[in-house]
């Protein structure tokens, strides 16, 4: 068996993965619109399982409250990663990189809120930190009291709302992943956000797909790469690895994000990025650190723990 150091390598390389792919987003975007770039990906991804599913031949009977709890998880993250792909064709990658930071803010908050954990003052404060950031990332001009005319400022919003509904439907899905393999939830959560999104898809511009390398590799990576064995690697380490180890594993995301994405896009570092990236991975920071704290002075199992997978699993 392997050591947790290894378990631990191991996740940080699905991160590395993980952080490039607002990049590949934006790569793919030339040449593929959202809907059909988000509509394959999640297509792919369940194809994927579906074959594992097949090769191991899971038992596929769930109940109808779990059935219900599958079909509002997938319209959850086809909405959530719509906006995204939006978000990120108006803004930038690095900007999304960033704002992943927002995503175990965010399932701290839920927890509170549903699994009735106790709301921190480090929460709160990492919330304030982080939004802050977010207002300096989308370039509000306070002498002007608005967001500029490039867009940008409205593509974040839509990426933090993207993740925020992520966050919805690891609360929604986490009593029936209990009961059932996960591995078939996922794959029933992929289907229904494939089907929900093949609506607007057959009235859009149907399923024909004129593609060129850009749009494969990006396709593939999103698909192969950042789905199916992104979570695969999540739920193995998981197993051997305490989670309040692979909570910090994520701050590899924002600052990596944003080198790859000035690597391969071009994107500048500029003010408006160091200064909202700062904002952003110090309010993680604050709020992460702080649940931690808590977790273990009170000899609690971190209420993240109860999620499926992390948001950029999908």
């Avoid at 009977?61 to 909405?79: F, N």
């Avoid at 982080?130 to 001009?141: E, H, K, P, T």
């Amino acid at each position: 068996m392997a050591s947790p150091a290894v378990w631990i390598a191991l996740l940080a390389v699905m991160n590395l993965f993980w952080a490039g792919s607002y990049s590949v987003m934006k790569y793919g975007l030339a040449s593929l619109d959202p809907l059909s770039l988000v509509f394959w990906r999640l297509s792919i991804g369940f194809i994927i399982l579906a074959g594992w599913i097949a090769i191991r031949r899971y038992d596929l009977r769930i109940g109808w409250r779990d059935g219900l709890r599958v079909a509002s998880s997938g319209i959850c993250i086809a909405l959530s990663s719509y906006l995204t792909v939006i978000g990120v064709e108006m803004s930038h990658a690095s900007d999304a990189s960033l704002l992943y930071v927002f995503e175990p803010v965010w399932a701290i908050i839920l927890a509170c809120i549903f699994l009735k954990e106790r709301m921190l003052m480090s929460t709160i404060l990492g919330l304030v930190i982080a939004i802050a950031g977010l207002v300096r990332l989308s370039g509000f001009d306070i002498a002007a009291g608005g967001l500029p005319d490039s867009g940008v400022g409205l593509g974040n919003a839509l990426i933090v709302i993207g993740l925020m509904s992520e966050g919805l439907f690891s609360i929604m899905l986490k009593p029936a992943s209990k009961r059932r393999p996960v591995v078939v939830l996922l794959a029933g959560v992929l289907l229904v956000a494939s089907l929900t999104l093949a609506i607007p898809m057959h009235f859009k511009n149907g399923f024909s797909l004129a593609i060129d390398r850009a749009g494969i590799f990006s396709i593939g990576y999103l698909a192969v790469i950042c789905t199916a064995l992104g979570y695969s690697v999540w739920v193995a380490v998981l197993r051997h690895v305490p989670l309040s180890v692979m909570e910090f594993t994520i701050f590899i995301q924002p600052i990596a994000g944003m080198l790859i994405a000035t690597a391969a896009l071009g994107e500048p570092i500029d003010n408006r990025v160091i200064w909202g990236g700062a904002l952003c991975i110090a309010g993680m920071a604050v709020a992460v650190t702080g649940h931690i704290r808590y977790a273990k002075k009170n000899g609690r199992a971190l209420a993240t723990k109860d999620f499926v997978m992390p948001a950029d699993a999908l």
